[in-house]
């Protein structure tokens, strides 16, 4: 199998690490007390418990041992280039069905701490993942025939990304490549993107807490950036800064709505 067969990662550790900690920055002290406590039961595959940044990027770093949860990283929705449009039908298990299903968990109060602890560092994973737009997407046309596995095979040229997908996994440039942020990086980034880009400036997204249409919104960004590349797979300058503007917004968006959906479900013992 091809190792572009499906897109590999959504934000890195860092892009995850962000969402986490914007989400843990609004979260109201119950609720951080209670995310704490179920981080507390490692989970399967990790023998020690994690902060809850580090969580957010739990999912990813089991996938060397298991691949019993790729599909659960991405929802593939099909954009048609003009020259072909094959008949695809969305697959499930996706990032939807593994929102829902984990979100069931942290909500039932009979779930064990076990299960409720896992279930936390999917959920938290699962809201970075969809919010990158180049996990939402599948782009079909004469020269991809299979699809481009969410910008796997659309590659890159002179751009030190190899595939437009690495460019968005990476942040767009935004931090560097291959290079984990420390926590007080992760801090300070996170509290400058909410400075930029507070909560009320979101409006009516926040609202809307259905993950199909989250995924909606990730893929309409995805036709409208992601593919500002010319038809000879450059990004030009204005389209590196496009594409982290919208690696910020959807970063802190996905943390607004990580901490709202926790508030709502611990507000009380």
Not at 62 to 73: E, G, V
Not at 104 to 119: D, M, P, S, V, Y
Request: charge should be positive; glycine fraction near 4%.
């Amino acid at each position: 199998m091809s190792i572009f067969a499906t897109p590999l990662y959504a934000w890195d550790s860092n892009g995850h690490k962000l969402v986490a900690e914007i989400a843990y920055e609004n979260l109201t002290p119950y609720a951080k007390r209670t995310v704490l406590q179920l981080l507390q039961t490692p989970p399967p595959r990790y023998l020690y418990p994690l902060s809850f940044s580090n969580s957010a990027a739990w999912a990813d770093w089991i996938r060397p041992s298991t691949s019993q949860y790729d599909t659960w990283h991405y929802i593939n929705l099909p954009y048609c280039g003009s020259d072909f449009c094959p008949n695809q039908k969305t697959a499930s298990p996706n990032i939807v069905t593994a929102i829902a299903k984990d979100a069931t968990i942290l909500k039932n109060k009979q779930a064990t701490a076990l299960e409720q602890g896992t279930a936390l560092r999917f959920y938290t994973h699962w809201l970075g993942d969809i919010h990158q737009p180049m996990h939402t997407i599948r782009y079909y046309s004469s020269s991809y025939p299979q699809g481009d596995a969410g910008g796997n095979r659309y590659l890159l040229v002179d751009s030190l990304y190899p595939n437009l997908h690495a460019f968005w996994d990476e942040g767009c440039g935004l931090w560097p490549q291959t290079k984990n942020l420390n926590k007080k990086q992760i801090r300070d980034l996170a509290k400058r993107w909410q400075a930029l880009y507070p909560r009320q400036i979101f409006g009516a997204a926040l609202a809307d807490n259905y993950p199909l249409n989250w995924a909606k919104d990730s893929y309409a960004l995805a036709i409208e950036y992601g593919y500002e590349a010319t038809s000879q797979h450059h990004l030009s300058l204005k389209a590196q800064e496009n594409a982290q503007v919208i690696c910020q917004k959807q970063i802190v968006l996905a943390g607004y709505r990580l901490a709202q959906n926790l508030n709502a479900w611990y507000a009380t013992p």
